[in-house]
């Protein structure tokens, strides 16, 4: 019988991360609309709520398919934040396109759904890179750092190096 551990020495932790990442995102999708409705003194009634929903489900389907949940370490902040950007004007395309289509009788406030529009991609784009900086500091002063060997003398084992 072969069977396989999940208990190794060194396991990534990708599956935890990215469900926090998600709802974070999730969290600051909502929390943006709420600030958004607060300071133009809107109520948050059920259909900026199904919005709301929409939008999220919405731009978790555009950050799955723009890579947004998989690691970064490495990679540039510009690149991510590029991405990040993507998901979300094309969940918010669909969005305003199906509220238009469907022709709702409900009168959004524009001076919401302009200020939510840049709003949303902004904080998460904030919360990303200070996630990232605080995680580069810990990585300089010892913190989340990994011991590894590398065995060959080839082209890729000089670039794993580096």
Not at 95 to 109: E, K
Request: hydrophobic share 50%.
């Amino acid at each position: 019988m072969n069977q396989t551990s999940d208990k190794g020495f060194i396991r990534p932790p990708y599956s935890t991360l990215q469900t926090r990442a998600r709802t974070l995102d999730s969290v600051l999708i909502m929390a943006t609309l709420y600030a958004s409705l607060w300071l133009y003194e809107m109520p948050l009634d059920r259909e900026y709520l199904l919005a709301c929903i929409v939008a999220v489900a919405l731009f978790g389907i555009f950050a799955e398919q723009n890579e947004l949940y998989n690691g970064w370490r490495g990679s540039p902040m510009f690149d991510e934040a590029l991405r990040i950007l993507f998901a979300w004007l094309g969940a918010f395309a669909i969005l305003i396109s199906g509220v238009y289509l469907y022709h709702a009788d409900y009168d959004y406030s524009l001076e919401v759904i302009e200020l939510w529009l840049p709003l949303a991609p902004f904080s998460i784009i904030l919360v990303h890179s200070i996630q990232r900086g605080l995680l580069c500091y810990l990585r300089k002063k010892g913190f989340n750092t990994k011991t590894f060997a590398i065995f060959g003398a080839n082209q890729l084992g000089q670039r794993l190096k580096l």
